[in-house]
């Protein structure tokens, strides 16, 4: 089992950043694909972006690619995303994800075996 507990979410103005953080405990976290989705009110739960095991290469949804990064450190068993330039249409609740295939970050989210409880963004305009 592996508990995810995420934070930094809250409320920021259009053009700011925010840093998300996803601390994991249980069984060996760098054993684990990790990655974030969020699902924004009255929408669907969307991928936004994954990580390898061992953080060397990284994948994202268009929309927010060349805004957001995600990295890890697995000596610290936590996940982050960093996110800059934010818009009013990134406001959602953010959540970790973590799984041993990576496939399923991009179209299986439905079989992600461990997710976080999420943390609200909210972006003013």
């Known amino acids: 089992q592996v508990q995810l507990v995420e934070s930094g979410g809250g409320l920021v103005q259009a053009g700011g950043s925010l840093r998300l953080s996803c601390a994991a405990s249980?069984?060996?976290?760098?054993?684990?694909?990790a990655g974030w989705f969020r699902q924004a009110p009255g929408k669907e739960r969307e991928f936004v972006a994954f990580?390898?095991?061992?953080?060397?290469?990284?994948y994202y949804a268009d929309s927010v690619k060349a805004r957001f990064t995600i990295s890890r450190d697995n000596a610290k068993n936590t996940v982050f995303l960093q996110m800059n330039r934010l818009k009013p249409e990134d406001t959602a609740v953010y959540y970790c994800?973590?799984?041993?295939?990576?496939?399923?970050?991009?179209?299986?989210?439905?079989?992600?075996?461990?997710w976080g409880q999420g943390t609200q963004v909210t972006v003013s305009s």
């Open positions: 994800a973590a799984d041993g295939e990576s496939t399923r970050f991009l179209r299986f989210q439905a079989r992600i075996d461990y």
């Open positions: 990580i390898n095991r061992s953080g060397g290469a990284a």
């Open positions: 249980g069984r060996a976290f760098s054993n684990y694909y």
